[in-house]
């Protein structure tokens, strides 16, 4: 599976667009991108997932550019319940391992 | 649906000593995983399963042992606790993934596990 390299932590204020980056410069063309979170010390949450073009669901949109060695995690309008553990992970859809690295800190601030 | 449903939550175990941490899911899904995670790390597969009768290892299975009798059912068993297998553990389900299906990841609560 491909490396992903994210910032350590980052903040966003209440209300705003949170834009998480994710950099996959050696994924390869039959490899997703998946986004989860980790709430606290809760299980990590399914958040959104895609291969070429950019998705959008109830809790995210996901942005990934035309070469694919990078992608966006847009949460439109963060709460204070966004504040967690954002995982960007590159691997082949259904694959058995999925390797969730430390991710990124996002913390919400009212 | 209770989704995927972990116990103990917590536990405290003495070196040496056994436990299972058992993990079930009422989503019907075959895939079910078994991963750890240390403080301020990420997760780390232990060993997962494909279906009933079928495990394979992970990254990190040596001194742990999985059974899956059955498609709820996926216990994880600890032979002879050590302090380096102090740690959270996480149970997660999905189902195969198909051209329809996404196969995402669901987990449960999590099981933290203090070995003394």
């Known amino acids: 599976d491909a490396k992903t390299t994210q910032p350590t932590s980052m903040d966003c204020a209440e209300g705003r667009a949170a834009n998480l980056p994710c950099n996959h410069s050696?994924?390869?063309?039959?490899?997703?991108v998946y986004w989860y979170r980790q709430i606290h010390s809760q299980g990590p949450q399914y958040i959104i997932h895609?291969?070429?073009n950019n998705e959008t669901n109830e809790m995210a949109s996901l942005i990934i550019t035309e070469d694919r060695k990078s992608s966006t995690l847009i949460l439109p309008h963060a709460t204070l319940r966004d504040t967690a553990v954002y995982y960007c992970?590159?691997?082949?859809?259904?694959?058995?391992?999925?390797?969730f690295g430390t991710g990124t800190r996002l913390t919400v601030i009212p | 649906n209770a989704g995927v449903t972990q116990t103990p939550k917590f536990r405290i175990l003495k070196i040496g000593q056994s436990m299972t941490l058992q993990c079930a899911q009422d989503?019907?899904?075959?895939?079910m995983y078994w991963y750890r995670q240390d403080p301020g790390m990420g997760l780390k597969l232990i060993y997962y399963?494909?279906?009933?009768?079928?495990?394979d290892k992970g990254e990190v299975p040596n001194g742990y042992n999985v059974s899956r009798s059955t498609t709820e059912d996926f216990p994880l068993r600890l032979e002879l606790a050590a302090p380096s297998q102090t740690s959270v553990y996480f149970c997660?389900?999905?189902?195969?993934?198909?051209?329809?299906?996404?196969?995402?990841?669901?987990f449960g609560e999590g099981s933290r596990l203090t070995v003394l």
């Open positions: 997660a389900s999905s189902y195969s993934p198909t051209p329809l299906g996404t196969g995402e990841l669901f």
């Open positions: 050696t994924i390869s063309g039959n490899e997703y």
């Open positions: 895609g291969l070429k």
């Open positions: 992970i590159a691997a082949l859809r259904g694959a058995n391992n999925l390797f």
């Open positions: 989503m019907n899904h075959n895939y």
């Open positions: 399963s494909v279906g009933a009768g079928i495990t």
